[in-house]
């Protein structure tokens, strides 16, 4: 591996959320690595310390996710709120992974209590995790918190893929298909047309210009057949549907793993339902007539 590894760490600190777009620009532009076991990328972290919600880029994500107005600030726009964060580690020097085309594959957000518009947070992001994985590249863990003064509020890890590979690809194991057919005690089962143009909009709504979302042309740079949908706006759009089941002031838990991209243009189905123990929700996001799973999740209390 060329340029070594981290001698110290490396905190980013910055007065306002960085711009995406000049960040992207760097990720794409800087000298590309192999990361080994000893990158160190644990060593990189990022913060601001004083960050409000714009009210119309906050109504804005609500109309491209169809996520109703409570009052609140929806559990998953902090994810948004904290992507500049993320985007500036992934555009450090010593990030030693290709920076575009990141797969998002797993998030878990666990909401403290629920942030109102009109309060300051801090936010904070860093480096949790790197590995192999043989099959499908490097996986890379990223944290995240926000507080309200000294108050932890919201706090999420999210797990992305970088599909470099070193070796002989190994042969991948095809899981069985889920069954077809609706979960019995499904309290939300809707149809959703998901247009060509969705990356773009979520995009413009979020600072989230990586290519493999934008255009089938600049997707297949990436080995994608037609631009894919943001696993943020999919996992958004399905707490569209969840989140009148929810007192969403209090303490919630969401996790969501991400299975299979959604292509755009296509049509998903979303259903959620009363989890098995009563304690929550369980979430899913699949094609039309449910033998692929885009999304699978869920919302817990307390």
């Not at 559990?75 to 998002?104: C, N, S």
Request: glycine share 10%; net charge neutral; hydrophobic share 40%.
């Amino acid at each position: 591996m060329g340029g070594g590894v981290m001698s110290k760490p490396e905190t980013m600190h910055f007065d306002a959320l960085p711009a995406l777009g000049p960040l992207y620009v760097r990720a794409a532009t800087r000298r590309r690595r192999t990361p080994c076991a000893e990158t160190g990328l644990e060593a990189l972290s990022a913060g601001v310390d004083r960050v409000h919600v714009n009210p119309e880029e906050l109504q804005a994500y609500r109309r491209v996710c169809g996520i109703a107005d409570t009052g609140t600030v929806p559990l998953p726009y902090l994810q948004v709120l904290a992507a500049p964060l993320h985007a500036a580690i992934i555009a450090h020097a010593d990030f030693a992974l290709p920076a575009l085309g990141l797969v998002h594959l797993e998030n878990t957000m666990v909401q403290h209590r629920a942030l109102h518009p009109e309060e300051a947070i801090a936010l904070s992001a860093r480096v949790l995790e790197g590995r192999w994985d043989e099959r499908l590249g490097y996986i890379v863990t990223l944290g995240s918190e926000a507080r309200v003064g000294q108050e932890l509020v919201w706090e999420s890890e999210l797990t992305a893929l970088s599909p470099v590979r070193r070796g002989k690809k190994r042969a991948t194991k095809k899981g069985e298909a889920p069954p077809s057919g609706e979960a019995p005690g499904t309290r939300v089962s809707v149809m959703v047309d998901v247009p060509e143009a969705q990356g773009r909009r979520y995009a413009g709504v979020s600072g989230d210009y990586n290519p493999i979302h934008l255009h089938a042309l600049t997707a297949r740079a990436f080995g994608f057949p037609r631009a894919i949908a943001h696993g943020m706006w999919t996992l958004s759009r399905v707490w569209a549907e969840a989140q009148p089941l929810l007192q969403t002031e209090g303490e919630l838990r969401l996790q969501a793993r991400f299975r299979k991209p959604v292509m755009l243009p296509s049509r998903i189905w979303i259903g959620v339902r009363e989890a098995a123990d009563g304690e929550g929700l369980e979430l899913c996001c699949k094609s039309p007539d449910l033998s692929k799973t885009h999304l699978e999740g869920s919302v817990t209390r307390g």
